[in-house]
């Protein structure tokens, strides 16, 4: 009887072990920023960075890519998303696209591109180059 004990308190120590080990891997998992890279015409661009694990992830996924816009708004800057981003070529519209956070890593052929962000019917214009990776457009 002592023995079937010590078994039955070994597995339930090991099912222990294997819940802890599962559950770790799963904050890991979670602790790491889903960034997904998109792409409209020929630029691709990625965008986030509100939490602490997006902003870690955008920073180490900008050595990928040559231009950067930031969004925020206040006298404060507080961060924005859901901004409607349109870069122009020459007058020519190259890409259209959504941001899902404050800041969008884009990479395309090498130009200058005219920004047209609009948020909330309000839009700012700038120009981005090679180079700028965080280019602040501001509400």
């Known amino acids: ?3 079937e004990q010590i ?3 070994q597995r339930a120590r090991n099912l222990c072990a294997v819940g802890v080990a599962v559950m770790s ?3 890991a998992m979670a602790a790491r920023a889903d960034i997904t890279s998109s792409t409209s015409g020929p630029i691709t661009y990625v965008c986030g960075g509100v939490a602490a694990d997006e902003q870690a992830e955008m920073r180490s996924e900008a050595r990928n890519y040559d231009m950067g816009l930031l969004f ?3 006298g404060r800057g507080e961060y924005l998303s859901d901004v409607n981003v349109k870069l122009m070529k020459n007058g ?5 696209f959504r941001s899902t956070g404050p800041r969008c890593l884009i990479r395309g052929p090498r130009a200058s591109y005219q920004v047209v962000a609009t948020y909330e019917g309000m839009s700012k214009h700038a120009t981005l180059s090679p180079g700028e990776k965080n280019v602040q457009m501001r509400w």
């Open 1 to 3: 009887m002592r023995t």
């Open 7 to 9: 078994a039955m308190r």
């Open 25 to 27: 891997l799963g904050a």
């Open 72 to 74: 925020t708004q206040g």
């Open 92 to 96: 020519k519209e190259v890409a259209d």
